[in-house]
């Protein structure tokens, strides 16, 4: 499964940016993909995660009612539109899949950098 991000950019605080997740080649039947993050300095962290065929959602406890999470099946696409940015969710951000369901993500796409400025 080759994965592609899109959608970072530069936002002042309490803006808002869309993220794009294109995925191809063997994306049939896959479980679930998800949003992850690395701030400079830090580990990767969990940010949102979707169940692709019924939609169930899964957030962060510092993203909840801020970012959504959502998929296109058609499209093979996933996206993460996030509301009221503030400096901390500054960080490069990951979409990934977990193929079997088990929790585990086995593919990552290359990032895309998300930069909010105070």
């Known amino acids: 499964v080759q994965l592609q991000a899109s959608g970072g950019g530069l936002v002042q605080a309490g803006g808002s940016l869309r993220l794009s997740c294109a995925a191809s080649?063997?994306?049939?039947?896959?479980?679930?993909m998800g949003w992850f993050r690395q701030a400079p300095g830090k580990d990767r962290e969990f940010v949102a995660a979707?169940?692709?065929?019924?939609?169930?959602?899964l957030y962060a406890d510092s993203v909840k009612g801020r970012f959504t999470i959502s998929r296109e099946n058609a499209k093979n696409a996933m996206y993460l539109q996030m509301n009221g940015l503030k400096p901390e969710d500054t960080a490069v951000y990951y979409c990934?899949?977990?193929?079997?369901?088990?929790?585990?993500?086995?593919?990552w796409g290359q990032g895309t950098q998300v930069t909010v400025s105070s």
């Open positions: 990934a899949v977990d193929k079997q369901g088990g929790g585990e993500y086995d593919f």
């Open positions: 080649g063997g994306t049939f039947n896959i479980y679930g």
């Open positions: 979707i169940q692709w065929r019924v939609g169930i959602t």
